[in-house]
Every structure is written in C-alpha cells, then in structure tokens.
C-alpha cells in the first residue's frame, strides 16, 4: 500500500503506511524507505536523510538505503545554491553534499557488482554490466580482454570491452577490437557507435558520420548512435548539429543522463548559463555519481576564471577544484578529473600539487594522453618556478624540464590528430584541450 501510494503521489499516506509497519516491526528497513522517499517528496529532507541512515547503519548492503541517501543530499545541495549563498563556506557546503550524494551512490552500484558475484561463464555478462554502470572500467577491462581474444566475433563482449577501452582514454585499443569484430563477425548498432567515436577520436570525421549512417539502419533511433553522433559534433563544434541532436534526444530520452549532459554542454558552449544550470542538475538527478557532470562544470568554472581577474577569478578557481574533486570522488581513477585538478592548480600557481596529481592521472590512466598533456605544463611549471640559485636547484629543474618534454611527446604519440608536434602546454592550452579533443565520450553504455 505505501509503495503504491507514492507510485500515485501521495506521500502522506506512504508515510502513514511506512508508520504502520514500523509499529510491527521496528527493524524494517523497508517501512524505514517508504518514511525516507515520503518525507524527500514533501521536502522535509531531515527527516528523510534521518530514516536512509537508520536503514544503512542497520544494513550496510541496503542499495535502496544509498539511493536515497544520494538523492537526498543532491537536494542539499540544490538548496544551498538556489538561496544565491556564495563565499567559501557555502561552496564548502555544497560540494559536502555533493561528495556525500556521490559516496552514497557508489555505494549503491558497488553492491551491484558484488551482488555480481565472480564472473564464471554463465555470469560474466551480467558481471561486466555492473562494473560499467559502476564506473568500474579497469574490471572490465581485466575480466574481458582474454575472452575477447578467444572470442572475437561475441559482439556483446566486444562491445563492452570497447565501451570500456574508450571511458579510460584508449581509443585506439577500441579501434582494435572493432576491427577485428568487423573481420569475424558482424557490427550491430551500439558497434557502430563505437566505432564512429573511435574514428571522431582519430579525427576521422567523414568515416565517423558513414559509421553513424550505418548504425542508424541497424537501429532506427539507438540511444548509443545518437549519442555518438552528439559527440562528434561536439567535437566538431558543430552547434547546430548538437542543438538538434540535443532536441531530439530531449523528446525521446528526456530521463537520461546522456542527454542532459549533452544539454548542459550545449548550452555552456553558447553561454546560455541558466539553461545549463538547469541542465547539470537534470543530469545530477539521472546518475550522481557519473564524474563528466561534474569535470564538464570544473572546466566551465575554469573558462570563467582565465577570463575573470583578483578575487573572482580566485574564487572560480575554487569552485573548479571542488568540481574536479567531487568527479574524483565519483571515480577516483579518472585520468580526465586528475588531470583536471592538476591543471587547477597550475592556474592557482601551485606546481607542487599540481605535479602530484598530474603524477596520479598517469598512473591511473597510463594510456590517456590528456593525463601526459597535463602532466608536460605541471613539470615546465614547476621547474619554471624554481630558482636556480644553486647546482642542486639546476639539477633538478634540468630534470623537470625533460620530464615535460618526455611527457608532451608521449600525448602526441598516444594523440596523434590532437596532440602530435605541439610544444610543451602551459595551463591554459591544457585547459582548451580538455575542454574540447580532448574531451572524454560520453555515450550510451552496453546493455
């Protein structure tokens, strides 16, 4: 009864009927729940946030529990922002709530994969699923790559694997495994897709939009080609094409994060700011704890502040680094959010640190070449900022330098459309670069 009464909108007697239940059982986690999302649909996010941390502190696999623990404190921090409340206690505020939503859904969706069980045979699909819709690429990675070899014609293994190879900056390993699918077997629509953004990533344009053609005649309306195909005008800066793209999705798939992301990028990109405000939050709500929300409002946050001067620039760059800091909460090995933060703070003229988490996104994600990108400028600034007063300062300085050197060519290698013969970045030229090739795709997982 309380299940179906919040299924009809009405709260008041879901917690009536949660009440009961708690009268014969005080341990039910479940009448806690139906307490919990009452309580969030009539806004009394105290109390809700109350019976989710009962629930979880009782049984610390309760998904549900997490889920709306995530749910009530993206609330939180929608509160504080739509007060107007600025300064640096109430980013503080705000970014708590946001690292506190982002831990909660996490939560969540590592019990999925544990719930998952190792994978055998019979479960590996199932397996590689809950470590894709938990941010778990590296798994998936490890799981599927000797099957794949065997297995090179199983298109849904393939195409998770791909998925996989993509999210951490290895398209040209996605490429691979395409390629020989293409050989042993048959693409499908989501295969397509893939293979249009390895091509977007290669800077094959006209061969990424015929791969977008085709899927969309194996697969009339497929959430993963259109996504690919706002993808690559994006990265065309094609504005128009990604507006009615954009469109489109908002009339089909209006639920999904992909197409609230797209919007929020989309309107970012032509300074309509509230409508991508507007836009992040959708997208917040769709899936906490996915770290492109959170990188693509750091990176906005970061243009305003190149542009801004003294204390607001200052204070844009702190939103900045709390942005890429909740998207490294969100997936803590992403090459694209360290190498985010790092870039930070060269802008707050803090090469140490910024060496230190450039150092990180390498070893995270050793294949990206925005984490080698960054970690040249986090080098050159460092060694720029030391003062050669002695033989020791010059050695090490000397050492800086070549290993920025080592590290720009190593992005060209692994970029070569986008990166290749480029001098050593400063942050700024990071900044551009990470905001636009080398952007991260976002597109529609493999079910």
């Not at 509160?79 to 640096?88: D, E, L």
């Not at 009339?251 to 992909?258: I, Y």
């Amino acid at each position: 009864k309380g299940i179906t009464a919040l299924q009809d909108g009405k709260s008041e007697e879901a917690i009536q009927e949660g009440r009961i239940i708690m009268k014969i059982d005080p341990m039910s986690n479940k009448g806690r729940l139906l307490l919990a999302r009452g309580n969030y649909n009539l806004k009394i996010f105290d109390k809700a946030q109350k019976f989710a941390e009962d629930a979880v502190a009782q049984d610390p696999n309760f998904a549900e529990g997490f889920d709306a623990l995530a749910a009530i404190n993206i609330q939180r921090a929608f509160r504080v922002t739509s007060r107007g409340a600025n300064g640096a206690e109430a980013l503080k505020t705000i970014a708590s709530a946001y690292k506190a939503a982002v831990a909660a859904r996490r939560k969540s969706l590592d019990l999925l994969v544990d719930r998952a069980g190792k994978p055998t045979g019979a479960t590996r699909s199932a397996y590689a699923e809950a470590c894709l819709k938990a941010n778990r690429y590296s798994l998936v990675i490890q799981e599927l790559t000797p099957y794949v070899e065997v297995h090179q014609d199983d298109i849904a293994a393939v195409n998770r694997l791909a998925y996989a190879y993509i999210r951490t900056g290895r398209p040209m390993d996605a490429g691979t495994v395409l390629g020989k699918l293409a050989k042993n077997g048959a693409l499908d629509a989501y295969s397509f897709a893939l293979k249009a953004v390895y091509e977007t990533e290669m800077g094959s344009y006209a061969d990424a939009t015929k791969s977008i053609r085709e899927g969309l005649v194996s697969e009339a309306g497929s959430l993963a080609v259109s996504t690919a195909e706002a993808f690559l005008a994006l990265k065309q800066g094609k504005d128009s094409s990604l507006s009615q793209i954009a469109t489109n999705l908002l009339k089909d798939k209006a639920q999904r994060f992909e197409t609230s992301y797209y919007l929020m990028a989309l309107n970012n990109k032509m300074k309509n700011y509230p409508q991508g405000e507007d836009a992040f939050r959708n997208a917040v709500l769709a899936e906490p704890a996915s770290p492109d929300i959170y990188i693509e409002s750091a990176n906005q946050s970061l243009f305003f502040a190149q542009r801004l001067k003294g204390a607001e620039s200052d204070a844009q760059l702190e939103v900045a680094k709390s942005y890429f800091e909740i998207a490294i909460e969100a997936r803590p090995e992403s090459g694209h959010a360290l190498a985010g933060l790092a870039t930070t703070y060269i802008f707050m003229k803090k090469p140490g640190e910024a060496v230190r988490y450039a150092d990180a996104a390498v070893r995270a994600e050793p294949e990206n070449p925005a984490a080698h990108y960054l970690r040249a400028a986090a080098y050159a600034a460092r060694a720029k900022g030391i003062a050669s007063t002695s033989e020791e300062a010059r050695r090490v300085q000397l050492q800086d330098l070549d290993l920025a050197q080592k590290s720009n060519l190593r992005a060209g290698q692994l970029d070569k459309p986008g990166l290749e013969g480029r001098q050593i970045p400063g942050a700024a030229d990071v900044w551009k670069y990470l905001n636009t090739s080398g952007r991260i795709p976002v597109i529609a997982p493999p079910r």
